[in-house]
């Protein structure tokens, strides 16, 4: 195997990387805004962002494992 082929990035790493760092970064912007001076409204707006990218992270693992199950099912060369 040569070298180029050793650390090109396998389809799944760079899929799983598209979906982690987008919502990192709405976590981190969230929890910066949250510890600014919220109105009552805006700190429920903050949570809820929260809320979805919990459920965002959560989503991500399992379409990791489901793209895992379907790439190691592919005949390799």
């Not at 799983?16 to 510890?35: C, M, W, Y």
Request: glycine share 4%; aromatic share 6%; with cysteine.
């Amino acid at each position: 195997m040569g070298i180029q082929k050793k650390f090109t990035p396998s389809p799944l790493s760079r899929v799983s990387h598209e979906l982690k760092t987008p919502i990192a970064g709405i976590v981190g912007l969230a929890d910066i805004l949250n510890q600014s001076q919220l109105t009552t409204e805006q700190q429920f707006y903050v949570a809820a962002i929260l809320d979805c990218a919990s459920s965002l992270q959560k989503a991500q693992i399992h379409i990791k494992a489901l793209l895992n199950n379907l790439f190691s099912e592919l005949p390799h060369e």
